[in-house]
């Protein structure tokens, strides 16, 4: 599992869908709180709690009494005030989502479980082996963690020095699914987390772009004036071909819907 949320500071304007699965309860009431006083946070807070709200499961209460507190707390939420002004407080129940299910499973948390974790999640749900999961679960799944399979009898499944011990070895954590008396392996290891690189322009002394960074920092070529009396029978052309662009060709193939 990933250890940055215990070095890593977060407040609401730096938070993410994905780095939301960092905090905990108690962040989240330390932001709001902190966030009641900026103007800009206030202004767009809706969106703010809309990221807070696809890890966090959260209830407004009425007063903050013992009577409705106990029941919000039996189910695992804290309960807290944060400020909304200088003259009146909300009294928030916060939950982490818990991820319990395959179909809790998403891009933006998928790498905020560790390889155990997920292999208790798929133990959870499991009856036919991995191909039993749809393929956008697979596909969630495999975009942070390193993912194989082998299906072998019982008695050679654990070969000594077999894919099995390799596997363990270099890492990975195994879920077992009995088929008969074939055992489906499954081996599961968090990916390393990959840095994509920025592109990096100069500017010049007024902040502009320069403009070799503007067209590509390709060397200049000299062009000759066009004459007319250069153009003959053998090098003029009446035909070319015009390129399509793949992107239109998308555009006119098929639409689709945002994300749920």
Known sequence: MKQSSSKQVFNLKT????????????????????????????????????????????????????????????????????????????????????????????????????????????????????????????????????????????????????????KVADGYEVLEVEKGTWVEAIFAKLKPEVIKPRMKFDLDEEGELSEDEHFGNQEEEEIDDFNEDDITEDNYRTTFTIESDPDEEAEELSEFGSDE
């Open 15 to 166: 938070l993410t869908k994905s780095t939301v699965w960092d905090i905990q309860e108690n962040d989240v009431f330390r932001m709001l709180d902190s966030g009641s006083k900026d103007v800009d946070i206030k202004d767009n807070l809706r969106h703010y709690i809309d990221i807070i709200r696809s890890a966090f499961s959260m209830e407004e209460l009425s007063e903050d009494k013992p009577e409705i507190r106990k029941p919000y707390e039996k189910q695992g939420y804290k309960v807290g005030t944060i400020s909304i002004d200088d003259n009146s407080k909300m009294i928030l129940a916060i939950r982490k989502r818990p991820i319990m299910r395959v179909t809790d499973l998403t891009y933006e948390n998928i790498r905020h479980i560790s390889a155990t974790k997920l292999i208790e999640v798929l133990e959870r749900n499991f009856g036919g082996g991995w191909d039993s999961l749809s393929q956008s679960i697979q596909d969630i799944i495999e975009s942070g963690f390193d993912i194989s399979t082998t299906t072998l009898p019982k008695d050679r499944l654990h070969k000594k020095g077999g894919m099995y011990d390799k």
